[in-house]
């Protein structure tokens, strides 16, 4: 992998915008990987907050806090109007949000209602298409949304009671015009592990992290944990390659149908078909998270990834670390 710093910056918020790294809550502050700086907005807003997206046409953006209730949705810069999400256990888990591009327009799909419910929002108008009597959500708190690279899927990367992690799937064109298919979310047939990460492979193939406890040792006082990469085809519903890991992951981001990127820890690049790192950095920390639950963790850094150029962007202290494949 190759390793690029972006020195002396303090950043709120982290995103990547047209091969640019880029702090929305700082005027759209910009960096570009040359060492280049430009604003890109406006406005600086008053806002807590530590989580951002972007529109894949740049022009909206959601600043957010990851373990709170409120966003703020920025058009150009300016503040559009804010976003909310309910009160329930919202300190304990990641704000579920996502832009989603349907049709000319741009929509954006969270959870206004309930926890448990997924809504989708006309970012111009405010409208919530799937506001319908019908809907009767299962319970599930939905987190970390993902679309797929054709727009057609939508992950959802939440828990639910023990607390235990779940990995849904939904077709979102269906869900547009029939809201009731937003409420139970297709989901892989595998053992009794926990799905602590997933994302997407391709068009339909999703890149899923099982985590099985295996044995106690009393001796020691540790659990054993396997944890194995499945590649799950959303198409036929089947796992079509399992493999173990060769070490603790728990933090997935894609790079071609080989390679995928684990940031649990330290960034590496992870053989898909045999498990194996390929390649790593254990000189940056890039935190502990294998779960939308990250109340615990503390000292998480902020981790960007640019879906076009399959780079990722991780805050450490005063710098970004800038990582191509």
């Not at 894949?56 to 109007?81: H, M, P, V, W």
């Not at 607390?163 to 047939?189: C, S």
């Amino acid at each position: 992998m190759k390793r690029q710093t972006i020195k002396d910056t303090y950043i709120g918020t982290l995103d990547w915008y047209d091969g640019k790294v880029v702090d929305w809550n700082s005027a759209g502050k910009a960096y570009s990987l040359e060492g280049t700086e430009t604003q890109l907005h406006k406005y600086h807003f008053g806002f807590v907050c530590d989580g951002s997206i972007s529109s894949s046409c740049g022009r909206y953006a959601l600043i957010y806090q990851k373990l709170g209730t409120k966003g703020l949705l920025l058009k150009d810069g300016e503040l559009l109007r804010e976003i909310n999400r309910s009160y329930y256990q919202s300190e304990v888990y990641e704000f579920p949000a996502v832009f989603w591009d349907y049709k000319g327009r741009t929509y954006l799909v969270h959870c206004p209602k309930e926890y448990c419910r997924i809504d989708i929002e006309d970012v111009e108008t405010g409208i919530l298409i799937t506001d319908t009597e019908e809907r009767a959500p299962v319970d599930v708190f939905h987190s970390r949304f993902e679309v797929s690279p054709d727009n057609k899927y939508l992950l959802s990367k939440g828990w639910v009671w023990h607390p235990w992690d779940v990995v849904e799937a939904f077709d979102l064109e269906q869900g547009f015009h029939d809201a009731t298919l937003l409420d139970k979310g297709k989901q892989a047939e595998l053992d009794a592990g926990e799905l602590q990460a997933a994302t997407f492979l391709n068009d339909s193939k999703v890149i899923l992290l099982e985590s099985n406890e295996i044995d106690y040792d009393h001796t020691a006082n540790t659990i054993h944990v396997e944890n194995k990469l499945c590649v799950w085809n959303l198409e036929t519903n089947k796992i079509e390659h399992s493999v173990e890991a060769d070490g603790p992951i728990g933090n997935l981001f894609p790079i071609d149908n080989e390679r995928c990127w684990d940031v649990y820890e330290y960034p590496k690049i992870i053989d898909l078909k045999t498990g194996k790192i390929l390649a790593e950095d254990k000189t940056i920390f890039s935190g502990r998270q294998s779960s939308s639950i990250i109340r615990h963790l503390e000292d998480l850094p902020k981790i960007a990834f640019d879906q076009t150029t399959r780079q990722l962007a991780i805050t450490n202290e005063n710098s970004i670390e800038v990582l191509t494949p």
